[in-house]
T-cell receptor, first 112, second 114 residues
């Protein structure tokens, strides 16, 4: 299957710090999605990106669709304790029957 | 109420037993998916369906089967469960007809096979 390389695997930060994580692939994607998953819950969509170069914000979260269409990043500014969770990227390939492929996740811990 | 509902949320069973996980959605989406989540491996696609009577294998379909009983219902079966099928299972929906390309998840079904 398609591989999405997500980094870092885990992050431990102080409250108030900014966070950055990214996903890269050898394939070209038509859509990039970023999700957050809390323990025992399903992933919740944070941001969806549809065009190369697109930069989209959702509150303190900002994500960008890479120009090459092979990567995307997510930034969280001024982190707060409720940002704790696992963040996943997902890419959608039209040529693969519109399937979604997922990164392995970034586990974020925010220290108050 | 959740738009994508999975039952059961937790299940413990023994090797060789038949298990069914059910998913229903109120979003009116035509596409439904079953994913498996294992620590460190992310989400992997088991089966997906673009409409009633349309069933497609995903990346890891061996040992699983599905049924799309209606547009709103998509069930996953393990005919003879084995311990390495212990995982967190997610149902998801999308509505590509609107061009959104977004995937919405249920709350998950945690399955333990002893």
């Amino acid at each position: 299957g398609q591989q999405l390389n997500q980094s870092p695997q885990s992050m431990f930060i102080q409250e108030g710090e900014d966070v950055s994580m990214n996903c890269t692939s050898s394939s070209i994607f038509n859509t990039w999605l970023w999700y957050k998953q809390d323990p025992g819950e399903g992933p919740v969509l944070l941001i969806a990106l549809y065009k190369a170069g697109e930069l989209t914000s959702n509150g303190r979260l900002t994500a960008q669709f890479g120009i090459t269409r092979k990567d995307s990043f997510l930034n969280i500014s001024a982190s707060i304790p409720s940002d704790v969770g696992i963040y996943f990227c997902a890419g959608q390939l039209i040529r693969a029957g519109n399937q979604f492929y997922f990164g392995t996740g970034t586990s974020l811990t925010v220290i108050p | 109420d959740a738009d994508v509902t999975q039952t059961p949320r937790n299940r413990i069973t023994k090797t060789g037993k038949r298990i069914m996980l059910e998913c229903s959605q109120t979003k009116g989406h035509d596409r439904m998916y079953w994913y498996r989540q294992d620590p460190g491996l992310g989400l992997r696609l088991i089966y997906y369906s673009f409409d009633v009577k349309d069933i497609n294998k995903g990346e890891i379909s061996d040992g699983y089967s599905v049924s799309r009983q209606a547009q709103a219902k998509f069930s996953l079966s393990l005919e003879s469960a084995i311990p390495n099928q212990t995982a967190l299972y997610f149902c998801a929906t999308s509505d590509f007809g609107t061009g959104s390309g977004e995937l919405f998840f249920g709350e998950g079904s945690r399955l333990t096979v002893l």
